[in-house]
């Protein structure tokens, strides 16, 4: 069985760029969650999907966003990139909601900003 | 708010040895621990989840431990092997939370 899946695995912006990651969660997961994880630091906690509906925002501006769309999979959106939002950004997928089950998490996007 | 620390954070022992990781967190309120394993640049494997009514979790030459009481549990690995080599991670979910709150990790070295 595939795991979860995230694309692309790398990506190089600009400043002030937009960009979109995506997520595909292990098959019959309904919820995806989001973290950033900069170098040397823990990942910590951006968004989380559950059912199509977000049950979770963690302490992140406004120019982070992010859907789930109806075959579960998922999207994270950031706007007007900062040289700070330099990070791997990874993605979880768990039977229910994360705190309940175990999670699983992808291999990440590799998001460099110059 | 959730503060979880790892201690140490890097370790370096000879093949063969067994150790042990330390994970502590302020808030007993948990739903359960998981640790996990992360090699460089990569994601994140998980290893071993304890539910907070539980004591330990096994699997292999991993053992882990949660003692809610004092905010503590450690993950045991028996026999290390060098690849074992990687980051290791623990995360708490909170009663009524649905996110993880992570350490920010014990880097293990294992040397053959």
């Known amino acids: 069985d595939a795991g979860v899946t995230q694309s692309p695995t790398h990506l190089i912006k600009t400043r002030g760029q937009h960009v979109t990651l995506r997520c595909s969660p292990i098959?019959?997961?309904?919820?995806v969650s989001w973290y950033q994880q900069v170098l040397g630091q823990g990942p910590q906690f951006i968004f989380q999907?559950?059912?199509?509906?977000?049950?979770g925002r963690g302490n992140f501006p406004d120019r982070f966003s992010a859907r789930q769309f109806p075959n579960y999979s998922s999207e994270l959106n950031v706007n007007a990139l900062l040289l700070g939002d330099s990070a791997l950004y990874l993605c979880?997928?768990?039977?229910?909601?994360?705190?309940?089950?175990?999670?699983?998490f992808g291999q990440g996007t590799r998001l460099t900003v110059v | 708010k959730q503060e979880v620390t790892q201690i140490p954070a890097a370790l370096s022992v000879p093949e063969g040895e067994n150790l042990v990781l330390n994970c502590s967190f302020t808030?007993?309120?948990?739903?359960?621990l998981q640790w996990f394993r992360q090699d460089p640049g990569k994601g994140l494997t998980s290893l071993l989840l304890?539910?907070?009514?539980?004591r330990e979790q096994t699997s292999g030459r991993l053992n882990a431990s949660l003692d809610k009481s004092s905010g503590r549990s450690t993950l045991y690995i028996a026999a290390s092997q060098p690849g074992d080599s990687a980051t290791y991670l623990c995360?708490?979910?909170?009663?009524?939370?649905?996110?993880?709150?992570f350490g920010k990790g014990t880097k293990l070295s294992v040397i053959p």
């Open positions: 304890i539910q907070s009514s539980q």
């Open positions: 808030d007993s309120a948990i739903y359960n």
């Open positions: 098959s019959g997961h309904k919820s």
């Open positions: 979880a997928s768990s039977l229910l909601a994360p705190g309940a089950v175990k999670a699983f």
């Open positions: 999907y559950y059912e199509k509906e977000e049950r």
């Open positions: 995360a708490l979910s909170g009663a009524g939370s649905y996110q993880l709150t």
